[in-house]
Nanobody, 124 residues
Framework: QVQLVESGGGLVQAGGSLRLSCAASGRTFSNYGMGWFRQAPGKERELITAINWSGGSTFYADSVKGRFTISRDNAKNTVYLQMNSLKPEDTAIYYC?????????????????WGQGTQVTVSS
């Protein structure tokens, strides 16, 4: 079992930046592939970025490519999401998730553990 706790969300103006953190506890963090999802009101939860166990492989959805960066620090049991050039359409609840498969996973159904989410609101 892995427990995930996100932090770092908030209100920011368009063009601004935020850094989300997801702290993991319970099992060996480096065993897990990690992902960041988001869910806007009335929309499905979508994967925006993922990273494998070592940090050597990453995936980005087209909507965030070039603006967001995922990284992880296995020594700190934490995965990060650096978000730059934020847009109002980035407004959503952001969730981190862990998959028992340590590789890169782009399918929501492969994720086994979820955080409670953190709200990100981007004003125009």
């Amino acid at each position: 079992q892995v427990q995930l706790v996100e932090s770092g969300g908030g209100l920011v103006q368009a063009g601004g930046s935020l850094r989300l953190s997801c702290a993991a506890s319970g099992r060996t963090f480096s065993n897990y592939g990690m992902g960041w999802f988001r869910q806007a009101p009335g929309k499905e939860r979508e994967l925006i970025t993922a990273i494998n166990w070592s940090g050597g492989s990453t995936f980005y959805a087209d909507s965030v490519k070039g603006r967001f960066t995922i990284s992880r620090d296995n020594a700190k049991n934490t995965v990060y999401l650096q978000m730059n050039s934020l847009k109002p359409e980035d407004t959503a609840i952001y969730y981190c998730a862990a998959t028992n498969a340590g590789g890169l996973s782009v399918s929501r159904r492969n994720y086994d553990y979820w955080g409670q989410g953190t709200q990100v609101t981007v004003s125009s």
